[in-house]
Each structure stands twice: as C-alpha cells, then as structure tokens.
C-alpha cells in the first residue's frame, strides 16, 4: 500500500506499491545528477566511536535530518521512532518534516549534494532509485543490514526480515532502499457469511468452482471484481501460475525470455480466469465498475470474493458494515502438480527509505532504519495503521482486526514461499498490455490462448528495443 493521499487510498497506489519495491520508471528524473560530488573528509568526520550499545559509530551530538511521506500512513509512526533514537542518543537533535511531493522537495538537494539523513521515498512523486544510484547518490545498506538488530544483537538486521524486503530493494547486486511496510495479495471475504452458509475456503480450483455453484444457489454473485482496472484481476491469475510453475515460471516471465507468456501454468490460469466468466460466477458489471464501485458492491454483500491486497481493509474503513469481519485468503492451487504449496503468496514490500551518501550524518540515518526497523517501533506502526511492517513477527500478541490478523496469519503459513512479478515495475508498457489482456479474457472476448499470444507479443517488442533498459533476475 503506498497512500498517497488520505483517508483513502486510490486505486494507483497498487501499481506505485509494485514500483516502490523496484525501480519506479514513473518517478521524475534526477536532472543534472550525474556525479556524486560532496566532500569525501565529511563522511569520514561524521562517524563516531563504535561500540556494543553504538555499533555504526553514530557520532553523539550530531543533529538528524528525518523526511517522512506523509500519506495515508501518517508520521507518527516515524516521530515515535526518532523518539526512541533520542532515547539512544540523546545529545542529538531530530529535524522531522513530514511532507507530500518527496521528489519535487529533495530532488535540488540532492544535485546540491544537501540531501537530508534518511529519506521516506515513497509517493507518486518519488525520486527514481535507478537515477540516484547510477549518480552515486545512496549509500549501500549492507552495514545496516549486517549491525546487530536492536531486539536481539545476536542477530543481524537483516534476519529479522520478512522474505523478499532484502531482494525488493536491491539494484545491480547492492542494497539501497529498505522498505517499511508489507504487502500480501489474495482473495477476500467475510468470514461471517461463510460460517452462516457452512462453506469452507477453497485451497484448489475445483473446490472453488464447485464453491462458486453452491454461493450462486443462494443467490449471491461468486466473484466480483474491479472491473476499470483489470490489474487487479491479474494477481490471482498471476499467483496461479506462479504456485503452478514455481519461481523459474516467474524469472522467465520478468527476463522476458521467449514464449514465457505460453508456459502451460500461466495457460492455465488465464482458462480459470476465463471459466469464471463463462460459468456466470462474476457480479453482472463488474466490468464496468471501479475499484471503490466493485469493493462497496462487495462489502455490501453482492459477491462473495474479491481479489486484492491487504490495504483492502483500511481502504474500505467506513464503508464496510459492523459484523462484516473481512478475511484474505491465498489463491487456490490450479492443481495437485503445483511447484509451490496452497499457501504460497503474491507478496511484496513498499514505503521506502534511503540514506543519501552525501548526507550530513549518515551514520545517524542508519541508525535511524535500525531503530525503525526494530519489533517497539514496527509494533507502533501497526498499531497507528492496521497494517502488517515488514520486520518478522512485529504484530505477535497484538489484538489486530480480522483483515490484518488474517494477513499476518496467511503470511506466517507462508513462510519463505513468497513471490512477486517484476515486470510490472520494470516495463510499464508490458504491464498495460496484460491488464488490458485481461480485461478483454475476464469479458470473454478473447481466449486463453489468444491472451497468451497478445501478452507474448508485446515481451517480445520490449526484449528487441535497444532503447529500454533491460534487468534480470
């Protein structure tokens, strides 16, 4: 979930979330960072004496610079934080802004070589990742991931991470961004209409067809869906194939390798995408409908399932009725000779921090990030905004709503069975083509194979531009 804006997430903080966890072509450009400049000595003088209680040699006294997105999460998590970095080092003095457009704010800084000490680069106006690092702008996170976490300085940082936060913010085999927040993709439903009817989750698609028959028999639609923006649709078919195919289906599909969109797995899935509208299991309309549309249809009892992400429950704050009890759970397997289990999620993290390299006291930003991502600063935040921070077990013993308790719990069953797409982040142009594929399989003018093909095409137009910028994985 990236909040741009308050209360209400909009629809595009789907695609800006996959963004923040790669590299956000969307994001305006550095212009006129092209070296990394700055005073190496500064770097050198701002680093203090290290120790077990100080072990990234935070130099004592040293004011701190904190800018913080402030969107649909607030910064009172963040305020608590420097709060407790002032706790551990309390000659130092914290500047905290919270502000909106982080690109249009920062991006004169840091061609000036005044960036801040740690950065919340989150937003629809964020800076470019790719842009700052080619220009030698962020330091390397590998310090902070390997220093001691603050729960347990037996362990490193970074094995206090939920899987893939490492990976989602590596670039050209460095880290430079960590990210706060995490984010799993299902299906939903109220767990107190099921009990009434006695229907039980679906883990394989037969059993959710054969579900879908009995919902339809008691005169509520199966599905629904946000029918504008078809992406939303993708995640289940994507989270199909990938259970099906494994990890290997999912590098081929991002390394744009030649008839990656016809692998059988992802055939398959697009014909269970394909089923459901030919057995009448969608809400009459969905096609139509937007986000806010298809979720109030859904929340209002019109449909039994809906696919999205887990902000879907702070989202639909004061829409859904009292008693509704919302509840994600995991895509159904295709089949018995799946690569990864039942439980295996489409997951991914987002709302992303930066320590510049040319930074007054950056040894206080990562000590910033250490404290941040430590179990009393990740419990805060999702306490203030019911939503699941990437640092493992965080949310253990806390009283949570049924969305987010059921998120936490899909992903514990998860455990390092998680997977997430690349290419929506890395070829924006590949991204619409499989949206608007979809739509047209979820409307039935198309056909599995005839999606696989239109898909197939436009991957193999990005992989024979010389002009984009190719990643692997």
């Not at 030698?136 to 490193?156: F, N, V, Y």
């Not at 984010?183 to 883990?203: E, I």
């Not at 069953?413 to 949206?435: C, E, H, I, M, Q």
Request: proline share 6%.
């Amino acid at each position: 979930m990236d909040p741009s804006s308050t209360p209400v997430v909009r629809r595009t903080s789907r695609r800006r979330l996959l963004q923040a966890a790669g590299v956000g072509l969307a994001a305006p450009a550095l212009t006129g960072c092209v070296t990394s400049g700055g005073n190496d000595d500064d770097a050198a003088v701002a680093k203090g004496r290290t120790s077990a209680e100080n072990p990234l040699g935070v130099p004592e006294k040293t004011p701190l610079e904190v800018v913080i997105f402030k969107g649909g999460y607030g910064d009172a998590y963040a305020t608590n934080a420097e709060a407790l970095y002032q706790q551990r080092h309390p000659g130092a003095t914290i500047d905290h802004k919270g502000i909106q457009k982080v690109g249009e704010a920062l991006q004169p800084r840091f061609v000036a070589d005044t960036p801040p000490d740690v950065v919340d680069n989150t937003g629809a106006g964020r800076l470019d990742l790719a842009t700052l690092v080619g220009a030698g702008k962020l330091t390397d996170l590998a310090e902070l991931l390997d220093a001691p976490s603050i729960d347990d300085p037996a362990r490193k940082l970074r094995d206090t991470l939920l899987p893939g936060v490492v990976e989602d913010g590596t670039l050209d085999g460095k880290v430079y961004s960590l990210n706060f927040t995490y984010t799993a993709w299902g299906l939903w439903y109220s767990k107190p209409l099921f009990d009434r009817h006695g229907w039980s989750y679906p883990t394989t698609w037969e059993a959710m067809l054969a579900l879908c028959a009995e919902i339809k028999k008691a005169g509520i639609a199966p599905w629904t869906y946000q029918g504008k923006y078809p992406e939303y649709l993708n995640d289940p078919l994507l989270a199909m194939a990938a259970k099906a195919g494994g990890q290997d289906l999912v590098r081929a599909v991002d390394n744009l390798q030649p008839g990656a969109w016809k692998q059988q797995p992802l055939l398959d899935a697009a014909g269970a995408v394909a089923e459901l509208a030919g057995r009448g299991y969608l809400l009459s309309g969905s096609e139509a409908l937007s986000h806010t549309e298809s979720q109030a249809a859904w929340s209002q009892g019109k449909a039994a399932f809906i696919p999205c992400g887990s902000w879907l429950e702070a989202e639909q704050k004061g829409i859904t009725p009292d008693g509704f009890d919302m509840v994600m759970g995991a895509v159904p397997a295709l089949g018995a000779g799946d690569k990864l289990p039942f439980g295996a999620l489409l997951a991914a993290s987002s709302e992303s921090f930066l320590v510049p390299a040319k930074a007054k006291n950056p040894r206080g930003g990562l000590e910033f990030l250490r404290i941040l991502f430590s179990q009393p600063a990740a419990r805060k935040f999702a306490e203030l905004n019911s939503t699941l921070p990437s640092v493992a077990g965080a949310t253990d013993g806390l009283t949570v709503s049924t969305g987010l308790g059921s998120v936490r719990g899909a992903v514990a069953a998860a455990g390092t069975n998680t997977f997430t797409y690349r290419f929506r982040t890395w070829y924006a142009p590949l991204a619409k083509a499989v949206d608007d594929a979809t739509g047209e399989l979820a409307t039935r003018r198309i056909s599995p194979a005839q999606w696989a093909d239109r898909i197939q095409q436009a991957a193999d137009a990005i992989a024979k531009d010389t002009t984009v910028t190719k990643y692997r994985r």
